[in-house]
């Protein structure tokens, strides 16, 4: 991939073609640059997983951590005797595959929500000097959002945290949004309800509730934001300052 500075991309991603024929710049060039110039023997590799496959399952060996280009997943625990438990989602710009490099097993299972476009960084398990700061960065902030997470589900009745969960999407999608305010969410409502904890008629509920009341509108998977403000002040008292 060549960016407005002609800088090749490691792996040999190449850009879309949108973007006016611009491609955009990667967020993980230095990564990847690092990795192939300064870590002797750890390689970058182009992946591309279809609509429902696995790109990892839990117990499975580390192979590897995975940069998000394109696309969504979403982790999934495997309890005995239970349901799969949806853990959190990916999106464009995360990290998957970190809490693998302790303990050299992924601990979750990694399901594509639609075709995604990944870069597989080959670190050892014992490698991580290798890391680029900018990844480090990228790990702590998504590490961040998803602690904060689970706080937020202690403090939020069902509502809030329908909001606060497509507020939390928005902010991670927003530089793929065609337009400001709109986005196509990638996972279904059965994966949001049961990420969130509560029922999926429950999910439905309030997105017909706050496109009565004017804040949003909704058609399948598509969502557009009317009022954000009006949004974020249903969460007050129990959003993160980081957030607000």
């Excluded at 625990?77 to 464009?92: I, N, S, T, Y």
């Excluded at 196509?184 to 017909?208: C, F, Q, W």
Aim: glycine share 10%; hydrophobic share 40%; aromatic share 6%.
């Amino acid at each position: 991939m060549k960016n407005n500075s002609e800088q090749a991309c490691p792996a040999g991603l190449r850009p879309s073609g949108g973007n006016g024929g611009k491609a955009p710049p990667c967020p993980f060039l230095a990564v990847c640059e690092h990795g192939t110039r300064e870590a002797g023997g750890v390689s970058v590799d182009l992946c591309q997983v279809q609509r429902g496959q696995p790109l990892f399952e839990a117990g499975d060996e580390f192979h590897g951590v995975y940069l998000l280009h394109s696309g969504a997943f979403k982790n999934l625990a495997v309890l005995k005797g239970q349901e799969e438990q949806v853990v959190d989602f990916r999106l464009p710009g995360d990290v998957l595959g970190m809490a693998a490099m302790g303990s050299g097993r992924y601990p979750f299972t990694a399901q594509a929500l639609e075709a995604s476009t990944l870069c597989r960084v080959n670190v050892p398990v014992a490698g991580q000097q290798c890391l680029h700061p900018d990844l480090i960065v990228t790990m702590s902030r998504q590490l961040q959002r998803i602690q904060w997470a689970s706080v937020m589900l202690r403090a939020q009745n069902a509502e809030q945290r329908v909001i606060h969960f497509l507020l939390d999407v928005a902010r991670s999608m927003h530089a793929d949004s065609r337009q400001p305010g709109e986005m196509r969410l990638p996972m279904s409502r059965k994966d949001i309800a049961n990420y969130l904890g509560v029922a999926v008629e429950t999910v439905s509920r309030a997105l017909h509730r706050l496109q009565d009341e004017g804040l949003l509108t909704t058609s399948g998977r598509k969502l557009k934001f009317h009022d954000r403000r009006g949004l974020a002040q249903r969460l007050a008292g129990t959003e993160p300052v980081v957030y607000s």
